[in-house]
């Protein structure tokens, strides 16, 4: 699947005034800093679609944008923000779990994973609640570029480990980087794989 036309749609902090949920939907999320504009611009092709880097204390937002007319890109706020008061770091959780357990059109979380880190607290439970809520979700690692080849494999197959404690099942999960496009193609892939099950579930719906 490739991007042609990406176009930024509205920013809220309510589940309920996103776009009508007949397209599928995808959504990515991590701790500030892990790459996550960097990741989204890398999988439009664009320099600026998603801010990079937003101030700790900023308002934050849900962002939609749509993609070729065909399915929304949901860049939610990063969390983790060292300095956030408590206030805020309520009025985030609210914000995300109205969105997370209630937008029907959403096929598939991305949490995003800084590669070069050990497993953080802070993801872990994000993934954690996922799970207890049964919301799909795929994991992204990202910056591998900033690895050497061998510590890529080192540090996945020791966060696969780590994971293999909770999870039977490991979820989908890919290594990427930015800077190199690394992992675009699979990404996209698995979108427009999971996309064509809404599609299909879309037509179903329409059948008498
Ligand atoms: P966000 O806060 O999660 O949106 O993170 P950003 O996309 O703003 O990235 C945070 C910092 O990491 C910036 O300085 C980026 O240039 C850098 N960065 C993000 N992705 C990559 C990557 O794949 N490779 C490298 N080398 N740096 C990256």
């Known amino acids: 699947m490739q991007i042609k036309n990406a176009t930024f749609i509205m920013s809220n902090t309510d589940f309920n005034k996103c ?16 790459g996550k504009s960097s990741l989204i611009n890398m999988l439009c092709r664009r320099k600026n679609l998603a801010k990079t880097s937003v101030k700790p204390g900023k308002t934050q937002l849900i962002n939609h944008f749509l993609i070729d007319e065909d399915w929304y890109l949901v860049d939610l706020p990063g969390y983790g923000f060292a300095k956030v008061p408590l206030k805020n770091r309520t009025e985030w959780q609210f ?47 990202t910056k591998a570029d900033k690895l050497k080849p061998a510590e890529v494999e080192i540090n996945l197959s020791s ?10 099942e490991l979820p989908p999960h890919f290594v990427t980087s930015s800077a190199l496009e690394l992992g675009r193609e699979d990404l996209l892939s698995f979108i427009s794989k999971s996309k064509s099950v809404f599609d299909a579930e879309a037509i179903k719906r329409k059948l008498p």
Request: aromatic letters at 14%.
């Open 19 to 34: 776009p009508s949920p007949v397209k599928p939907e995808f959504a990515f999320i991590g701790r500030s800093n892990v």
């Open 159 to 168: 966060y696969k480990n780590y994971l293999s404690e909770s999870w039977e």
């Open 95 to 141: 914000m995300i779990n109205g969105y997370l357990l209630n937008r029907i059109n959403l096929m598939c979380t991305f949490i995003l994973i800084d590669l070069r880190l050990p497993p953080q607290k802070i993801d872990e439970e994000m993934i954690e609640s996922f799970g207890e809520n049964e919301l799909p979700f795929a994991l992204v690692f």
